[in-house]
């Protein structure tokens, strides 16, 4: 059986792991890009759609980002994420029922 120190502290080091991976807030929030505009809606539903392949051109070259922080907030997130999953497919398709043969 675990020791009391030993699961607080496992308990500890989850709850750090788990902090860690939180984001931060997004003190561009609103704010015009170089471009002057800021990323809505739109914008968001087609950056989820081409997240992939930004990725891939993230690799290589610096400029290119997979998310737009010079965004509206909530509703570029949600374009941003119905956007990825139209092109990943998600959304539950898989989860219908088979045919019995």
């Not at 939180?22 to 990323?39: D, F, W």
């Not at 950056?47 to 010079?70: N, P, Q």
């Not at 909530?74 to 043969?101: C, E, N, P, Q, T």
Request: hydrophobic share 50%.
């Amino acid at each position: 059986m675990f020791t009391r120190p030993l699961f607080k502290a496992g308990v500890l080091v989850a709850v750090m792991f788990l902090a860690a991976c939180a984001a931060g807030p997004n003190e561009l929030l609103g704010s015009a890009g170089s471009e002057g505009i800021v990323a809505g809606f739109w914008h968001g539903l087609w950056h989820g759609f081409i997240s992939l392949f930004a990725f891939i051109a993230s690799v290589f070259w610096d400029d290119v980002a997979i998310y737009e922080v010079h965004n509206n907030g909530a509703w570029y997130d949600l374009g941003f994420v119905l956007g990825v999953m139209s092109f990943f497919g998600g959304g539950g398709g898989g989860a219908r029922r088979r045919s019995k043969k």
